[in-house]
């Protein structure tokens, strides 16, 4: 079983920044690629952004591309997105996931392929 927690969410303005970050648990956390979705109101829950176990490859949604950035940090069991650039379409609860479903350099794009799941942080973005 692995627990996700994510924090770092909040309230930021147009234009500003956000880090989420997500700790992991147990020290399993290397055999698992990561995910970052998100769901806005009304909205189905989307794949942001993901990150294979080695952190070598990664996927950004078109919508992000630029802006944000995940990394991983294996010593801390953490997965982090860095988000830059925020737009007010940007203003979701985002979850983080974990999935073991492919091994390498692979990872899912859709949400049945992660295993795992935390409970969310909301970011919004205001004008």
């Known amino acids: 079983q692995v627990q996700l927690v994510e924090s770092g969410g909040g309230l930021v303005q147009d234009g500003g920044s956000l880090r989420l970050s997500c700790a992991a648990s147990?020290?399993?956390?290397?055999?698992?690629?990561m995910g970052w979705f998100r769901q806005a109101p009304g909205k189905e829950r989307e794949l942001v952004s993901a990150?294979?176990?080695?952190?070598?490859?990664?996927y950004y949604a078109d919508s992000v591309k630029g802006r944000f950035t995940i990394s991983r940090d294996s010593a801390k069991n953490t997965v982090y997105l860095q988000m830059n650039s925020l737009k007010l379409e940007d203003t979701a609860v985002y979850y983080c996931?974990?999935?073991?479903?492919?091994?390498?350099?692979?990872?899912?794009?859709?949400?049945?392929?992660?295993?795992?799941w935390g409970q969310g942080t909301q970011v919004t973005v205001s004008s």
């Open positions: 996931a974990a999935g073991r479903k492919y091994s390498g350099s692979f990872y899912g794009t859709l949400a049945y392929e992660y295993d795992f």
């Open positions: 990150i294979n176990w080695s952190g070598g490859r990664t």
């Open positions: 147990p020290r399993t956390f290397s055999n698992y690629y």
